[in-house]
């Protein structure tokens, strides 16, 4: 008997290899995505922005990046003894505006120069929902703890979404023509909009990046929400909160992810990398000892048949100020 409908993943027509430099943006899960392609060696920038959840915010930002600029002035706020800023995560801020202006400043900039350079974008939208500022209307990416009377609350429509990609779709290919955009729509539930209004916006962002794959021919989408949503299907695949995936729900689709998109050759190059990282987190019981000791020097000869693949100095030299 057939307990669950396991989703197949279907490669949509390019692969990805250790060579392959890939940036992820947006929810949560962008984060979680991101991390595991950081800790498998991929040459990756993890959302520069922080967490951002609605599609104008990170559209916006995007821009921004390719634009190598941030002009607003008007949307920095000091509260707590910190300065933050409406347009990026609570991870952005400093003790000074200036300060903030210069962290700002160094993740537009890098983000640039990576987007140049990318293969891969992979875009995680996490809500329909958006706050707007008042009482100039502006559409902010956190809120940061300010009263809600402060703002107000919108749905966005898929026509919305879809338009405001539109706009920027062909700055990405004037600026990296060789850029693919996966989008995904995050399985982290929105449950304080109520379970109902949550399905509501997670049916709108479906929609949306439904029709952007149509529309763009290098814009694709990976069923990262139906992963969690209908295969697995489970609250047990939920953190405690009920909201968040479980490790093992995010290993579930990160196989699945590496599954249909990466090379056979690095599928084999990982499998190996997973075995490395287990010898990395051993924690000796007598590090003086002659079995640690050799345990050291074969881990490092075993790192070393990596290096053509990746920069595996970092590990080199951890274990090397191990050795007596």
């Not at 040459?43 to 915010?57: A, D, H, K, M, R």
């Not at 879809?162 to 023509?177: D, L, T």
């Not at 079995?291 to 881990?299: M, P, V, Y």
Request: with cysteine; proline share 4%.
């Amino acid at each position: 008997m057939n307990l669950r409908t396991e989703l197949t993943v279907e490669n949509q027509g390019f692969t990805l290899s250790h060579h392959s430099a890939i940036l992820t943006a947006g929810s949560c899960f962008a984060e979680v995505i991101g991390s595991k392609l950081k800790n498998a060696k991929f040459p990756s920038l993890v959302n520069p922005f922080g967490t951002i959840f609605n599609p104008l915010s990170l559209f916006s930002l995007l821009q921004n990046s390719i634009d190598n600029q941030y002009l607003s002035q008007d949307y920095f706020i000091q509260q707590d003894d910190l300065w933050y800023n409406y347009d990026f995560h609570s991870d952005l801020s400093a003790p000074t505006k200036n300060e903030l202006w210069d962290k700002i400043r160094v993740q537009i900039n890098e983000t640039h120069g990576f987007l140049k350079k990318a293969d891969l974008l992979i875009i995680t939208l996490g809500t329909s929902y958006i706050y707007k500022l008042l009482p100039d209307n502006k559409a902010v990416a956190n809120c940061h703890k300010k009263p809600s009377s402060y703002f107000s609350k919108n749905l966005l429509t898929s026509d919305e979404i879809i338009s405001a990609f539109s706009e920027v779709h062909p700055q990405f290919k004037k600026f990296n023509p060789g850029l693919k955009i996966l989008l995904t729509v995050s399985p982290v539930r929105h449950i304080k909009d109520t379970i109902t209004l949550n399905s509501v916006s997670k049916s709108i962002l479906r929609v949306a990046v439904h029709l952007l794959t149509e529309k763009f021919k290098d814009v694709f989408y990976f069923p990262a929400y139906e992963l969690l949503m209908d295969d697995l299907r489970d609250y047990r695949f939920y953190k405690d909160d009920l909201i968040h995936p479980t490790p093992m729900a995010e290993n579930y689709i990160w196989e699945k992810f590496s599954g249909c998109y990466f090379t056979e050759e690095t599928n084999s190059i990982l499998l190996e990398w997973n075995q490395i990282q287990k010898a990395l987190c051993h924690k000796a019981f007598n590090p003086s000892s002659i079995a640690h000791q050799k345990f050291l020097r074969d881990t490092i000869n075993k790192l070393n048949n990596f290096k053509n693949h990746f920069s595996v100095d970092s590990e080199i030299k951890a274990l090397e100020k191990q050795l007596l």
